[in-house]
């Protein structure tokens, strides 16, 4: 499903984010990529979704190559994909049914098509009925599922979810995972989880990709936080 072919990404004067990395991440994995700040994590997801262009070496996403990928072809490379980021990003002034179907009205959607598929995306993360209220009204945890619920609308075959359980307490950061492992085993959603949650990466007891320096030092096929 991902491949990094030999990948380096270098930034001006002399700083290397990812240093000759080689991964493969199989469909319908779960995997964990764990690495203290600075380490080349968020550089890898950047690099996936085409926000920057590696210095050297191959991504190649569901067989298709993505390391020069032009800029008009990134929308549909980011289709394929739903990322979730540690701040929601959610708009203010749109109610949770708003958030959600915004992802499908860019892409110049029907109404009829986004009642159909926005209600679907809520009720798997377990916000049905709470559609109409708007991002003050809830809780962090209940952001989050709406970041996840948006990032599900184009059923992506890639999920990238990059320190998702971040801003939240033990609780809440339990049930975003729980979900991510629903839609794993519900749709076989490759899932890349991006965490410093030492805790949380324990217990799914799933591979873990560690980086070092841009470089990965470990990979274990059910593996812990070792750092």
């Not at 764990?34 to 890898?44: A, D, E, R």
């Not at 690099?47 to 590696?54: Q, T």
């Not at 959600?100 to 009205?105: G, I, K, M, P, R």
């Not at 991510?180 to 799914?204: A, D, P, Y």
């Amino acid at each position: 499903m991902i491949k990094f072919i030999n990948v380096t990404k270098n930034y001006p004067p002399d700083v290397t984010a990812l240093d000759n990395v080689n991964l493969h991440i199989k469909p319908g994995e779960f995997m964990s990529v764990v690495g203290q700040s600075g380490t080349g994590k968020t550089t890898m997801i950047k690099a996936l979704i085409g926000e920057e262009k590696v210095s050297k070496g191959k991504i190649v996403v569901g067989g298709w190559d993505i390391t020069n990928i032009g800029q008009s072809e990134i929308p549909f490379l980011r289709r394929q994909m739903g990322v979730i980021f540690q701040d929601f990003k959610l708009l203010p002034k749109k109610t949770l049914f708003e958030n959600v179907s915004f992802a499908l009205q860019v892409c110049g959607q029907t109404p009829k098509k986004i009642k159909s598929i926005v209600p679907k995306a809520i009720k798997i993360v377990g916000l049905e009925g709470k559609g109409g209220r708007y991002p003050r009204e809830i809780s962090g945890g209940e952001a989050q599922r709406v970041a996840i619920a948006r990032a599900l609308v184009h059923r992506p075959k890639i999920l990238l979810a990059d320190e998702p359980t971040g801003n939240l307490d033990s609780i809440n950061a339990e049930e975003i995972i729980e979900i991510l492992q629903k839609i794993n085993k519900l749709f076989g959603t490759t899932v890349v989880l991006v965490t410093h949650n030492r805790e949380i990466v324990n217990s799914l007891k799933k591979r873990v990709v560690t980086i070092e320096d841009g470089r990965i030092v470990s990979d274990k096929a059910t593996g812990k936080y070792i750092l």
